[in-house]
């Protein structure tokens, strides 16, 4: 039979919240016209998501399969290789194992799918389900939770200025990614290798657009909103900033970009200190865009030690 569709959920010890997504999953509505499947790629988790799959497979939808399979690579990156390898969907949209996604997420993924077939990679609406209260200033650093509205309307990306969907509800094209992604990733873990899935599928001709019908609750808990995690996230994003933007460049423009890259990261790094002051250290909006700022500073750095290395 041939899949329309595979959602994909790459897991790593997520066997608390995997029933939630799985609940969610299992209560899709308008998919009769709709050949699905469900695959959870674990990776390499040490508690129980084996057994919680295992459990659900045991009361699951007739006519939807639902796949488990193990990576033993750690790496979200990976996991999702490993994902598209064993999906046979034509679209195959990814969840992480705390996406709790609307209950027409697959038709709307679906129906966006069908209609717009020269696009590689999409996302959607990323709304925050939080575990308590967010604190002061934490709705200008939420984007580093991956909690995002685009715009309230269909519409490209802006791959150019790494305006890009995450990983959290993204649906690609199958064969696109088997045709334009590369073996490894720059980008194996954590931090960056969302985008750079769509930024390969731009550089060979796919467009990424944006469906807002496509609805997700990504589940906050509470640790995830300390003030420590936050600016630890953001300095990630701002240290990856430089192999991302590489991934569209020519070598030979790629030594430009690396001294403008530090030098406009200096410059926004000096700014944010002059306008704000002893602020910066204080608020957790400014103290998360100042690692942001530390972070795209040493980027360039950061990438020429990797390329020492290797």
């Known amino acids: 039979m041939d899949i329309d569709f595979t959602v994909a959920i ?11 997504v799985l609940e969610r999953l299992k209560a899709q509505v308008n998919t009769e016209s709709i050949a699905w499947e469900v695959i959870v790629v674990d990776n390499n988790s040490s508690d129980q998501t084996a057994e919680v799959v295992h459990c659900f497979q045991k009361h699951w939808l007739p006519d939807t399969p639902l796949n488990y399979c193990l990576e033993p690579r750690q790496g979200s990156a990976y996991a999702r290789q490993r994902a598209v390898k064993e999906a046979r969907g034509n679209l195959v949209g990814f969840l992480d194992d705390d996406n709790l996604p609307a ?22 609406q990323i709304l925050g389900q939080y575990e308590v209260e967010p604190p002061a200033g934490f709705d200008k650093v939420k984007k580093y939770l991956v909690i995002r509205k685009y715009a309230n309307e269909v519409k490209p990306f802006e791959p150019e200025r790494l305006r890009l969907p995450p990983g959290a509800g993204l649906v690609v094209r199958r064969q696109a990614w088997l045709d334009c992604m590369p073996d490894r990733f720059t980008r194996a873990h954590r931090g960056g290798h969302d985008y750079e899935i769509s930024l390969h599928l731009y550089r060979h001709g796919w467009k990424v657009w944006y469906n807002p019908a496509q609805k997700i609750d990504h589940l906050i808990p509470a640790w995830r909103m300390e003030r420590n995690y936050l ?57 998360c865009e100042l690692a942001f700022f530390w972070g795209g500073v040493m980027s360039p750095f950061y990438y020429l030690k990797k390329q020492l290395i290797r």
């Open 103 to 124: 209950a027409d997420w697959v038709a709307a993924a679906c129906q966006f799918g069908a209609a717009h077939p020269e696009v590689g990679s999409y996302g959607g």
């Open 231 to 287: 600016v630890r996230i953001a300095r990630t994003y701002g240290l990856c900033t430089c192999e991302i933007r590489l991934i569209l460049a020519q070598p030979w423009q790629r030594p430009f970009l690396l001294i403008k890259s530090f030098l406009g990261s200096i410059r926004r790094l000096l700014g944010h200190l002059i306008r704000y002051g002893d602020r910066v250290y204080k608020e957790l909006d400014l103290a």
């Open 10 to 20: 790459p897991t790593y010890n997520g066997a608390k919240t995997l029933p939630l």
